[in-house]
């Protein structure tokens, strides 16, 4: 896995040349708009007056895994999604081109402000796109292109689990991650493994639909696309549902939302908080950023659901 310098000062000089040569047209403006754990996004404005999105990520090959991300799942879903205009790799970029969405991602604190009536809105139409995906089935669980488990838990346990506790071992013994971040990550997996397994059917998802990944119409918070996949798979639906908690997506109730809309485990609670805290510590392995306040967040409210009765197995 290389790691990429994708900062202005090194992308700028040669981002439009790239733009030029993949679609045949110069690039009038290029604007920075914002980025994520995994890349930088720019806004470009063509000579024949299109407006693309680019995307340059931290880590090379990631631009053909967010590709193939799109477009099936803007196939599944009725909430528009970007198309995929190109790709790019050279060995000091990673591109992918997109179409662009209009509206602002629902991160902003000002949408906070908005109605009751419409945050309730916003959510039902997140839900209904995300049931969507979660309708569409396999026969097996794991990557988009070659799943091979049969189980859930088999996926889980070899592909994230095991080498993600591993790793941040390690990292604990050198003192670049906490000892007692590790226990709570170590008893917590110990719950998890515990539990009963039910027989889920391999869904599709979108792993990554944040608050941040979300894009709505600014002054009626009407939902207008859903951006920037990262780990799409054929999973349990339950893991898609972590990000909906991320930042303040409470705020907006859009994982009640879905639990009033969809029928969920005895154990829906503890797993989703278990993913959240796993995902995050394992963001240090995957050349991602680091959030210490989500990562916080995260983990008291896994000490919480570990402490409830219905978890003692």
């Given at each position: 896995m290389k790691i990429l310098d994708n900062s202005d000062k090194h992308l700028l000089p040669f981002l439009p040349e790239i733009i030029s040569k993949k679609l045949n047209k110069n690039v009038d403006k290029l604007k920075f708009i914002g980025g994520g754990s995994f890349g930088r996004v720019y806004k470009a404005v063509l000579s024949d007056g299109e407006t693309i999105a680019v995307k340059a990520y931290r880590v090379q090959g990631s631009q053909y895994e967010e590709a193939e991300q799109l477009k099936l799942l803007s196939e599944n879903t009725s909430v528009k999604m970007p198309e995929v205009l190109f790709t790019y790799e050279d060995e000091d970029a990673a591109i992918l081109a997109m179409s662009f969405c209009p509206g602002q991602n629902a991160l902003s604190p000002a949408f906070l402000l908005k109605g009751k009536h419409q945050k309730q809105k916003f959510a039902d139409d997140v839900v209904s796109g995300m049931l969507q995906w979660h309708s569409v089935t396999n026969d097996k669980f794991g990557d988009l292109l070659n799943p091979?488990?049969?189980?859930?838990?088999?996926?889980?346990?070899?592909?994230?689990?095991?080498?993600?506790?591993?790793?941040?071992?390690e990292l604990s013994n050198n003192g670049k991650f906490s000892k007692k971040k590790l226990q709570l990550l170590t008893e917590a997996t110990e719950l998890f493994n515990n539990l009963p397994e039910e027989n889920k059917k391999p869904v599709l998802i979108h792993a990554d639909l944040n608050i941040m990944n979300i894009m709505v119409d600014p002054k009626t918070l009407e939902l207008t696309a859903f951006i920037d996949p990262c780990g799409s798979i054929w999973a349990d639906r339950e893991y898609d549902l972590f990000q909906l908690r991320n930042m303040w997506g409470d705020a907006y109730g859009l994982y009640e939302t879905y639990k009033s809309k969809s029928t969920t485990s005895k154990f829906t609670d503890f797993r989703v908080a278990y993913y959240a805290s796993m995902h995050e510590a394992a963001m240090r392995l995957k050349g991602g950023l680091i959030m210490p306040l989500w990562e916080d967040l995260n983990n008291a409210r896994l000490k919480k659901e570990m402490k409830k009765p219905d978890y003692k197995i």
């Amino acid at each position: 896995m290389k790691i990429l310098d994708n900062s202005d000062k090194h992308l700028l000089p040669f981002l439009p040349e790239i733009i030029s040569k993949k679609l045949n047209k110069n690039v009038d403006k290029l604007k920075f708009i914002g980025g994520g754990s995994f890349g930088r996004v720019y806004k470009a404005v063509l000579s024949d007056g299109e407006t693309i999105a680019v995307k340059a990520y931290r880590v090379q090959g990631s631009q053909y895994e967010e590709a193939e991300q799109l477009k099936l799942l803007s196939e599944n879903t009725s909430v528009k999604m970007p198309e995929v205009l190109f790709t790019y790799e050279d060995e000091d970029a990673a591109i992918l081109a997109m179409s662009f969405c209009p509206g602002q991602n629902a991160l902003s604190p000002a949408f906070l402000l908005k109605g009751k009536h419409q945050k309730q809105k916003f959510a039902d139409d997140v839900v209904s796109g995300m049931l969507q995906w979660h309708s569409v089935t396999n026969d097996k669980f794991g990557d988009l292109l070659n799943p091979k488990y049969d189980t859930w838990r088999e996926y889980y346990k070899k592909e994230k689990q095991e080498p993600w506790l591993a790793a941040l071992k390690e990292l604990s013994n050198n003192g670049k991650f906490s000892k007692k971040k590790l226990q709570l990550l170590t008893e917590a997996t110990e719950l998890f493994n515990n539990l009963p397994e039910e027989n889920k059917k391999p869904v599709l998802i979108h792993a990554d639909l944040n608050i941040m990944n979300i894009m709505v119409d600014p002054k009626t918070l009407e939902l207008t696309a859903f951006i920037d996949p990262c780990g799409s798979i054929w999973a349990d639906r339950e893991y898609d549902l972590f990000q909906l908690r991320n930042m303040w997506g409470d705020a907006y109730g859009l994982y009640e939302t879905y639990k009033s809309k969809s029928t969920t485990s005895k154990f829906t609670d503890f797993r989703v908080a278990y993913y959240a805290s796993m995902h995050e510590a394992a963001m240090r392995l995957k050349g991602g950023l680091i959030m210490p306040l989500w990562e916080d967040l995260n983990n008291a409210r896994l000490k919480k659901e570990m402490k409830k009765p219905d978890y003692k197995i």
